[in-house]
Structure formats: structure tokens, C-alpha cells
Nanobody
Framework: QVHVEESGGGLVQPGGSLRLSCAAS????????MGWDRQAPGKSRELVAH???????RYTDSVKGRFTISADIAKNTMYLQMDNLKPEDTAVYYC???????????WGQGTQVTVSS
């Protein structure tokens, strides 16, 4: 059993910053990658940022230059620094972990990020 938990969401004004954290725990023998997805009301879930165990990083175009993903793979933890937030960044943000030889995918329950004045 693998447990994934996010923290750090909240309400912030446009132009502000938030830092999300994620920790994965349980029966993890190998962590291949972690990532952040988000889902806004009425929209489908989209990948925001992704980082692999060898350090490869990918961002969706709309957050490039504003969001920074980082991870401590040995500790099964990941962070998302979000700067210059915009109202369109409002969504529930989910942490995703890809683990073990079977490449199992686990998601957290999500944390709400609201960008509004």
C-alpha cells in the first residue's frame, strides 16, 4: 500500500506565491517519478509538472517560467514553487507518484489552490 499526501494549498492574490509539498510513503521500493496534475472546475485534469528519478523535468507551457518543481527522491518528497500566480491557476492540485517495478501510479487527495483578489 502506498500513501500520497499533498499540503500547502490556499488562497492567494494574483501575482502571489505558494509552495506545495508532497510526500509518498508505504511500500515503495523504487520511486521512478513524481508529478503534479491539476483540475479546474469544468475542465479535465492536466499535467502541470513532472520530475523523474534521474532529474528530467517537464512543465506544461502555461506555467513555464513561473512554477518550479523539485524533489528529494531518496526521501520520496516533492515540491512545487508557484510564483506570479494567475486566476487561471485556480484548481485542485494532485500529487502523483510512479513507483516500483510494476510502474504503479498513486495520487493524493488533492489540495485546493485559489488565486483571487
Amino acid at each position: 500500500q502506498v500513501h500520497v499526501e499533498e499540503s500547502g494549498g490556499g488562497l492567494v492574490q494574483p501575482g502571489g506565491s505558494l509552495r506545495l509539498s508532497c510526500a509518498a510513503s508505504g511500500s515503495i521500493f523504487r520511486l521512478h517519478a513524481m508529478g503534479w496534475d491539476r483540475q479546474a472546475p469544468g475542465k479535465s485534469r492536466e499535467l502541470v509538472a513532472h520530475i523523474t528519478s534521474n532529474g528530467a523535468i517537464r512543465y506544461t507551457d502555461s506555467v513555464k517560467g513561473r512554477f518550479t518543481i523539485s524533489a528529494d527522491i531518496a526521501k520520496n518528497t516533492m515540491y512545487l514553487q508557484m510564483d506570479n500566480l494567475k486566476p487561471e491557476d485556480t484548481a485542485v492540485y494532485y500529487c502523483r507518484a510512479l513507483v516500483n517495478d510494476a510502474k504503479e501510479v498513486y495520487w493524493g487527495q488533492g489540495t485546493q489552490v485559489t488565486v483571487s483578489s
